[in-house]
C-alpha cells in the first residue's frame, strides 16, 4: 500500500492530495504566475506546507482547445521546476506528460511517477516508462485535448472507461510494467459532457473494483461551471463535494489545484471511512 516513487513513498493506505503545479503559459487556472522557478518553488513548498502527499508539475496544458507544445519547449519548462523541488522538498513528484523525451529527462531529474493523461498511447512512451521504473498513472480521454469536448458519445460511459483502462492495463504488463506500480484515472472533462462526468462519478465504486488505486482529477473543472453556473474561481466548494465523493467510494489520490482546503475534506472523508463502528 506505500508506493514507492523513485526512492520517496506515497503512503495509499489513506487517501493523498496531488497539488497541481502548472508551468505553461496558457496554464489553466494559475495565468502563467508560476513561469518563474522560484514561484514554482515557493508554491510546492506551500503545497507540502498545506499537506500534499505528492506535486504534480506540468508543462502542456491539457483543458479543452489548449495549443501543442513542442518536447523541447516542454522539457525547457519542467526540467529547472523539477530540479528545484527535488533539491529542497521531499515528498514524490509527478511528471504529467505523454511525451517519452519528457518522460526520461524528468524521471532523470528526480521525478517519481508518470502521469499521463493519454495513457501511454503515444509512440515509444510504454518504453519508456519501462525504462524509468517508477509507477504510472493511466488516464482515460476521449480523443485529444484539442478537439475533446466537440462531440464526447459513448454507448455506456462506464462500461467504455472500465474496459480501456483494463486494455491499457494488459498493454503495461506486456512490457514489463507490473500491475503494482500502475495508477488509474477514468479522466473527468477529457472528451466527457457533463452527464457523462455525473455517471463516471457516480459509478466510480465500479472504476474502484479493478483493484488498483484511483486517481481523480475534478479541481475547477468546467463541468462544474456547465452545472453550477460558476466562474472557475468560484468553483472550489463543489470541488470539494466531488472530491469527498470520490474518496467516500476508495479513491486514493485527489488532483487539485486547492490543496489545503481539498486535504481537509479528504481527511475528514477518511475519518469517516476509518471509524471503529465498536469503541
Ligand atoms: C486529470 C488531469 C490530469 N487533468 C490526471 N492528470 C488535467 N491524471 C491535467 C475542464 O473541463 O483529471 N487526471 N492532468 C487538466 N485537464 C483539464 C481537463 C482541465 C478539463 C480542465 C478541464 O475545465
Redo the contacts with the bound molecule.
Keep these: 500500500m506505500i508506493l514507492d516513487c523513485a526512492g520517496k513513498p506515497l503512503d495509499l493506505s489513506h487517501p493523498q492530495v496531488m497539488g497541481?503545479l502548472n508551468v505553461t503559459p496558457d496554464s489553466?487556472s494559475d495565468g502563467g504566475q508560476f513561469l518563474a522557478q522560484d514561484s514554482a518553488l515557493a508554491q510546492a513548498k506551500q503545497m507540502v506546507t498545506d499537506g500534499a502527499g505528492i506535486i504534480?508539475v506540468?508543462g502542456e496544458?491539457?483543458?479543452?482547445g489548449a495549443a501543442i507544445v513542442s518536447v523541447e519547449e516542454e522539457i525547457a519548462r519542467v526540467l529547472p521546476v523539477i530540479e528545484a523541488i527535488r533539491s529542497e522538498i521531499d515528498i514524490p513528484i509527478s511528471i504529467?506528460t505523454s511525451k517519452p523525451e519528457v518522460m526520461r529527462a524528468a524521471v532523470d531529474a528526480g521525478a517519481g511517477l508518470i502521469?499521463?493523461?493519454r495513457a501511454l498511447q503515444v509512440e515509444g512512451a510504454l518504453q519508456a516508462a519501462v525504462d524509468c521504473d517508477v509507477p504510472v498513472?493511466l488516464?482515460h480521454a476521449q480523443g485529444t485535448?484539442q478537439t475533446m469536448?466537440d462531440a464526447p458519445q459513448y454507448e455506456d460511459v462506464v462500461t467504455e472507461v472500465i474496459s480501456f483502462l483494463h486494455e491499457r492495463i494488459i498493454a503495461c504488463e506486456k512490457v514489463g510494467i507490473p500491475r503494482d506500480k500502475i495508477i488509474l484515472?477514468p479522466?473527468?472533462?477529457?472528451g466527457k459532457r457533463a452527464t457523462h462526468n455525473l455517471r463516471l462519478m457516480k459509478h466510480l465504486a465500479k472504476v474502484i473494483e479493478i483493484n488498483l488505486p484511483v486517481?481523480?482529477?475534478?479541481s475547477?473543472?468546467?463541468?462544474i461551471?456547465k452545472l453550477l453556473n460558476v466562474s472557475?474561481e468560484e468553483r472550489l466548494a463543489a470541488s470539494l463535494s466531488l472530491a469527498a465523493i470520490s474518496v467516500w467510494q476508495g479513491a486514493k489520490i485527489i488532483?487539485s489545484h486547492d490543496v489545503r482546503e481539498t486535504v481537509q475534506a479528504v481527511m475528514m472523508c477518511d475519518h469517516v471511512i476509518q471509524v471503529n463502528d465498536f469503541d
Excluded: A
Design positions: 497541481i489553466f504534480d506540468g496544458s491539457t483543458r479543452p504529467d502521469n499521463d493523461v498513472c488516464m485535448p469536448q484515472d479522466g473527468f472533462g477529457f486517481l481523480i482529477g475534478v475547477r473543472k468546467s463541468m461551471g472557475v488532483r
